[in-house]
């Protein structure tokens, strides 16, 4: 999905973490990002991995390096490309889309989790081409390695990233309703551009939580269900040749 600062922007430099769920993650985001979003109480039916105890604070400094590195190699390489290989901005009909609100003004859960599904379909972390309808325009956009706010930021992230990769694949394999989040599971798996021709494959899951107040999506949280290390050996093996089988 998506050179910039998310975990799969984060790819390009191969500093993507074990995931983290459950209290560390929410105790990890509330402690380094001062996160104010309401409604982030665990449940007993949220997604669970096996935590692997907090960072270190060099390996969190090398992933927050690695993280505004790839940001920035990913702004350094959309200046250089072609106006014709840009990625196509959303069509006027999403930009102009209005969410359906409720009678108390708060948008409509199931609109808001259709769009969500749809924009999957659209690989909406590598082109950035999803509906910013159901989102906050300060929603924060996190994974292991760093936080930011802002739906602009995080779109053009999605495209520079897009720009690294030749082809890619993501599928939406489940999706599970909580009282204040949706819980999308995923797989995704890409060739990247580089010339022995890389290709990055794994699953994880992204949690959509949503503000209490607009019923919008406030907080957009990534997490991979594969070691760093594994990321590490399949960007730096060749693969040229195999794209035609690997990919559609």
Same mark, same amino acid.
């Given at each position: 999905?998506?050179?910039?600062?998310?975990?799969?922007?984060?790819?390009?430099?191969?500093?993507?973490? /074990?995931?983290?769920?459950?209290?560390?993650?929410?105790?990890?985001?509330?402690?380094? *990002?001062?996160?104010?979003?309401?409604? +982030?109480? /665990?449940?007993?039916?949220?997604?669970?991995?096996?935590?692997?105890?907090?960072?270190?604070?060099?390996?969190?400094?090398? &992933?927050?390096? !690695? %993280?505004?590195?790839?940001?920035?190699?990913?702004?350094?390489? $959309?200046?250089?490309?072609?106006?014709?290989? &840009?990625?196509?901005?959303?069509?006027?009909?999403? +930009?102009? *889309?209005?969410?359906?609100?409720?009678?108390?003004?708060? !948008?409509?859960?199931?609109?808001?989790?259709?769009?969500?599904? =749809?924009?999957?379909?659209? $690989?909406? *972390?590598?082109? @950035?081409?999803?509906? /910013?309808?159901?989102?906050?325009?300060?929603?924060?956009?996190?994974?292991?390695?760093?936080?930011?706010?802002?739906?602009?930021?995080?779109?053009?992230?999605? $495209?520079?990233?897009?720009? &690294?990769?030749?082809?890619?694949?993501?599928?939406?394999?489940?999706?599970?309703?909580?009282?204040?989040? @949706?819980? #999308? =599971? %995923?797989?995704?798996?890409?060739?990247? $551009?580089?010339?022995?021709?890389?290709?990055?494959? !794994?699953?994880?899951?992204?949690?959509?939580? *949503?503000?209490?107040?607009?019923?919008?999506?406030?907080? =957009?949280?990534? =997490? %991979?269900?594969?070691?760093?290390?594994?990321?590490?050996?399949? &960007?730096?093996?060749?693969?040229? #040749?195999?794209?035609?089988?690997? +990919?559609?």
């Amino acid at each position: 999905m998506v050179s910039s600062s998310l975990s799969f922007h984060s790819l390009a430099a191969a500093t993507v973490n /074990p995931i983290y769920s459950g209290d560390a993650v929410r105790s990890t985001f509330r402690r380094q *990002f001062g996160v104010s979003c309401r409604g +982030q109480s /665990p449940s007993t039916n949220e997604p669970q991995t096996t935590s692997k105890g907090e960072r270190g604070e060099p390996e969190n400094v090398l &992933l927050k390096i !690695a %993280w505004y590195g790839s940001e920035l190699l990913g702004i350094a390489a $959309s200046a250089f490309r072609s106006p014709a290989s &840009l990625p196509p901005p959303n069509t006027t009909t999403d +930009q102009d *889309f209005e969410i359906p609100v409720d009678c108390s003004g708060r !948008a409509v859960r199931v609109a808001v989790v259709d769009s969500i599904k =749809h924009d999957f379909k659209r $690989s909406y *972390f590598v082109t @950035g081409d999803l509906t /910013p309808a159901v989102y906050e325009e300060k929603c924060e956009f996190a994974d292991p390695a760093g936080s930011f706010k802002g739906l602009t930021r995080f779109k053009r992230n999605c $495209s520079n990233f897009g720009s &690294l990769i030749e082809k890619s694949n993501m599928k939406l394999m489940k999706w599970e309703n909580f009282e204040e989040k @949706g819980v #999308g =599971h %995923w797989k995704f798996s890409c060739v990247m $551009s580089f010339p022995w021709k890389p290709i990055l494959s !794994a699953t994880g899951y992204t949690e959509y939580y *949503f503000d209490p107040e607009s019923g919008k999506v406030c907080r =957009h949280v990534e =997490h %991979w269900n594969v070691p760093k290390i594994a990321l590490f050996k399949q &960007l730096l093996r060749p693969s040229r #040749g195999l794209l035609g089988t690997s +990919q559609n």
